[in-house]
């Protein structure tokens, strides 16, 4: 184990099943404040049920193996006793691969709620929000760093949104609340040349020195402002090799077939999984 | 509040002058002699009458309800009404309403005031502690501005002495005794209720509510109100008021008559919130006539049992009738609540949307009814029924009747049934949001598309109810 000085996400051996068919198989993931980390990997290969499992969705069971928060002092917080919204008020966040529309919500009186619970852990519903008029000033100052228009903030939350707009509304969430560790689940997909370029800068300058980001995607253009210091690849429910920002290139540029070929087992286990989700949707 | 016409006059304002004003002004009724009796016969009826100081006609037409009432089976649709109609009291004065006190109130229901902010002066009217409600002084300039426009705007009890060839022309005529049992027994034991009656041409701007009439006889349990709209009139009239309506009396069976004449437009917005032993069995029916609006908004929270579906019979070309409808059953609550349109002319269109919302075991039911009468070409009608279910426990069923005697006409229909999602319940907490806030939220978002229609403050407190009924759900 190591001793980080700053806090840390540490993700040991975990194991997650869904409807009692295991999907990560013994993952490990360490991640610092300030430090950005990518994870790549094939389709179906578990990225999306780590941000779940970190974020504490009710489907997603976690069999075994541990999610902490360590503090600069050593002090471990058992993340997976938490509910999610506790996680959120311990400063986790999931920018989400596939957002939830809820109608009739708008995204402001949404996020007032959210930030004020954030940044009130100890909150209790029916106490007061954030006052409109600080909430309003910050809010239309985040959507202006994000070239979005003030009145999308009126907008029922992700209901109708285009694609982009609702990856844009998860960078705008991600802003307002300002967590200590986020996993972005592909919010690049969906995005335009031009949005992809301002959601790399925008996670860049939102992030800082201040929060750990685990980047999950396929592309590169997320990672040319934020390079990560680990690039993690996922095979099988497995985090299988990491290396530095050169090794994102080489799967950007080659796919799958080395590592596959150099980790037989999990690529077995791929094929299995598969093949298991063929014979659910048969 | 110089004339009371202007934009300023919110009904918020006006609440929060209330307030302060009656507190010095309820008025204190001498004790009544009349000492009505449980039970109901003609005898009971025809006391009620006299002790109104009724004309004969309106004695006779009680009488007449009373026998088309004891004729009549009970429903054979809705909920079960648990009800033994004589041991009931059927006409209480306002001074024995007034027996009770402000501790008898249960503590639930002062809570819930507390919670809504509803002024003192308020919680004792609605909890039937202060049976009249002196308005002269908030309302007068109101009052003066609506009478030199010649609109009427009395308890139905004083229109029957002063309006007479008015109420002679429509009372009883748009929901006749027959329709119903419960018609023919509001019509049989009746007291209370508005009267409205808005000339030609006159538009009131601002919402009219029983506030503002002098000398309201508290929410009877019988109410019965007929508003007439004249040609080219305008009228919105908001009924009660969201603070949970409190009565030791569990039959609370009202009749609401409504004209609009050609080119008119009414909008009728109701908020009930009743207490959890009530049976609120309404009748509700608009006859709109050429190029005319009629608009029910209708809300329904609390009761052990409601059934209402107000009505719009669309009678001449041009007319439109809509209806959004809110209900929200909790536990040992049913509600069954819908609408009914009547397409009787060519080139009239309905529209019906209906959400309900179950949970702890409630159920709610939509019971809708549309139909098209011969020769009604091209009429449109569409029918949106949403139900939100929140727990495996609670219930929710759906009950469209459609009935077309006409070809060339358009009707649809869509209803959906769904649950909290998981998934959304997830997202919302993903983002700190407890279960709670996040059930609350979602429940107030699928009802946000008719809480929009409310007017503000009506909205606000919507809203508020809706906290109030979500807490403590889950967890
Ligand atoms: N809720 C679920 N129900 C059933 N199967 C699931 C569920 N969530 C994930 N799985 C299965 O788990 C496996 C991993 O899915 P996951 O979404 O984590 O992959 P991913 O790496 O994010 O893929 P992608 O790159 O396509 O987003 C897949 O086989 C998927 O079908
Ligand atoms: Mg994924």
């Not at chain 1, 989400?96 to 519903?125: C, W, Y």
């Not at chain 1, 993690?232 to 596959?260: C, D, N, T």
């Amino acid at each position: 184990m190591t001793h980080a000085a700053k806090e840390t996400l540490v993700v040991s051996n975990l194991h997650v099943s869904v409807d009692g068919q295991e999907i990560l198989k013994g993952v490990n993931l360490e991640i610092g404040r300030g430090e950005i980390h990518a994870l790549m990997g094939p389709n179906g290969s578990g990225k999306s049920t780590l941000g779940y499992a970190i974020m504490g969705h009710p489907s997603y069971e976690v069999t075994s193996g541990t999610i902490e928060l360590v503090d600069a002092d050593g002090t471990r917080h058992d993340i997976l006793a938490m509910e999610p919204d506790q996680r959120a008020r311990a400063g986790v966040f999931l920018a989400f691969q596939r957002p939830m529309s809820i109608p009739g919500v708008r995204l402001a009186d949404f996020l007032r709620h959210a930030v004020t619970n954030v940044r009130n852990p100890d909150r209790k519903e029916g106490h007061e929000l954030m006052p409109m008029r600080d909430f309003r000033t910050e809010l239309k100052s985040k959507m202006g760093e994000l070239s979005m228009d003030t009145e999308f903030a009126r907008r029922y939350v992700n209901d109708g949104f285009s694609g982009g707009e609702m990856k844009r509304a998860e960078i705008l969430q991600l802003a307002m609340l300002r967590p200590k560790f986020a996993v972005l689940d592909e919010t690049d997909s969906g995005l335009d040349a031009d949005a992809v370029r301002l959601a790399s800068e925008s996670i860049a300058r939102i992030g800082g020195a201040e929060m750990g980001i685990l980047i999950i995607t396929h592309h590169e253009q997320l990672l040319e402002h934020n390079i990560p210091l680990k690039t993690h690849v996922m095979l099988g429910g497995k985090i299988v090799e990491s290396g530095g920002p050169e090794l994102a290139q080489e799967l950007h540029k080659r796919g799958y077939e080395r590592i596959r070929a150099a980790y037989p087992e999990a690529a077995a286990a791929e094929k299995a999984m598969e093949e298991s989700a063929r014979a659910v949707s048969v | 509040m110089s004339t009371g016409f202007d934009e300023s006059s919110t009904l918020a304002a006006v609440h929060s002058q209330l307030g302060e004003i009656n507190k010095y002004d309820f008025r204190t009724d001498s004790p009544a002699v009349f000492k009505a009796r449980r039970g109901l016969d003609a005898s009971i009826v025809s006391q009620i009458s006299e002790m109104k100081g009724e004309p004969a006609w309106m004695r006779d037409f009680r009488l007449k309800s009373l026998e088309i009432f004891e004729s009549k089976p009970m429903p054979h649709w809705g909920g079960h009404v648990g009800i033994d109609f004589q041991d009931i009291f059927y006409y209480l004065k306002p001074a024995e309403q007034q027996g009770k006190t402000w501790e008898e109130v249960p503590d639930a229901i002062k809570k819930t005031f507390d919670r809504l902010g509803i002024p003192e002066a308020e919680r004792k009217f609605l909890s039937g502690v202060k049976a009249q409600f002196e308005s002269e002084v908030v309302y007068g300039s109101l009052q003066e501005d609506l009478a030199k426009k010649g609109v009427l705007f009395t308890d139905t009890d004083t229109a029957v002495r002063e309006h007479p060839d008015l109420l002679r022309e429509y009372f009883g005529k748009i929901i006749p005794p027959t329709d119903n049992k419960f018609a023919a027994l509001n019509s049989a034991v009746w007291s209370g209720g508005s009267f409205i009656y808005v000339p030609k041409g006159v538009k009131i701007e601002f919402p009219l509510q029983a506030y503002f009439r002098i000398n309201a006889e508290s929410m009877g349990q019988f109410e019965r109100t007929l508003i007439i709209v004249d040609e080219g009139a305008q009228v919105h009239y908001v009924e009660g008021c969201t603070a949970p309506m409190y009565s030791t009396e569990s039959l609370h069976s009202a009749v609401v008559e409504i004209v609009v004449k050609r080119g008119g437009r009414c909008r009728y917005t109701t908020i009930q919130n009743w207490a959890n032993n009530i049976y609120n069995l309404v009748t509700k029916r608009a006859m709109a006539y050429g190029d005319s609006m009629m608009e029910w908004i209708d809300g329904n929270l609390g009761s052990h049992l409601t059934m209402k579906y107000p009505a719009v019979y669309m009678m001449e070309p041009g007319a439109r009738g809509e209806i959004l409808s809110i209900a929200f059953a909790s536990a040992g609550q049913h509600q069954d609540a819908g609408a009914k349109l009547v397409h009787a002319a060519p080139h009239t269109s309905g529209r019906i949307v209906s959400k309900s919302i179950s949970k702890n075991g409630g159920r709610a039911s939509y019971r809708g009814l549309v139909r098209v009468e011969p020769g009604a070409k091209k009429s449109k009608s569409s029918v949106v029924c949403d139900a939100l279910i929140l727990d495996d426990r609670s219930r929710s069923d759906t009950y469209p009747y459609i009935e077309i005697e006409e070809q060339d006409v358009s009707i649809g229909h869509e209803a959906s049934v769904s649950k909290i999602g998981e998934e959304q319940l997830f997202y919302l907490m993903s983002r700190g949001l407890s279960e709670a806030e996040a059930s609350t939220m979602i429940v107030g978002g699928f009802i946000e598309p008719l809480v929009k229609e409310l007017p503000m403050e009506y909205a606000v407190e919507m809203n508020r109810l809706i906290e109030l009924q979500m807490e403590g759900s889950v967890g």
